[in-house]
């Protein structure tokens, strides 16, 4: 998180049509990865938490290979927290190379960080 900005960048790589027992896998096979059910389906989205180190990317790629997971089933989500209205944000260089790997569609979540109230 920026000192100066007070921005903090997180980078996720979800998948957006698992089922359970594609959801259980994924939380068992990749580290920083969950699952969350989709109200009023019987699908859930995974999400793997991805790091500069991209540690966890040769797991992903192995999961969505054998989990058959097409492009559209899934999306690079950059979310990020911030407490002003406008100020330019830099996506981290390594999600480039997390494309390199699986192409797939880019979606950006801007979260206004609420001011922490002072206790008297």
Do not use: W
């Not at 927290?81 to 569609?105: G, R, W």
């Amino acid at each position: 998180m920026s000192e100066e900005t007070n921005t903090k960048v997180e980078v996720f790589f979800r998948m957006l049509e698992l089922d359970k027992f594609q959801g259980v896998t994924l939380s068992r096979e990749i580290n920083g990865a969950s699952y969350a059910p989709i109200p009023n389906t019987k699908n859930c989205i995974g999400s793997v938490l991805i790091t500069k180190s991209l540690e966890n990317l040769d797991d992903l790629n192995i999961f969505f290979v054998r989990q058959q997971i097409t492009i559209d089933q899934c999306d690079i989500l950059i979310k990020v927290d911030c407490s002003l209205d406008c100020s330019p944000i830099q996506i981290p260089h390594f999600v480039n190379k997390l494309l390199k790997h699986i192409d797939c569609t880019i979606t950006i979540k801007m979260c206004k960080i609420k001011p922490k109230k002072e206790i008297k």
